[in-house]
């Protein structure tokens, strides 16, 4: 009917929706994880350390 309202999908239809979206991004957040890191942010970092480990002498 016109003007009526549609209801919302059950749980059960929902999930089936929402699942392969979970698996994807699941999937993408792996591949990042498997990347190297870059060089630049390796010696970032290890500049940062050193400096702690200056800051923790004195």
Known sequence: ????KESPPKRSDRWRYD???SD???E???Q???E???????KLI???KERERKEQKD
């Open 1 to 4: 009917m016109p003007g009526e």
């Open 19 to 21: 699942k392969p979206l």
């Open 24 to 26: 994807a991004l699941r």
């Open 28 to 30: 993408q957040y792996k």
């Open 32 to 34: 990042v994880l498997r």
């Open 36 to 42: 190297p890191v870059p060089e630049r942010l390796k």
């Open 46 to 48: 290890e500049e940062l």
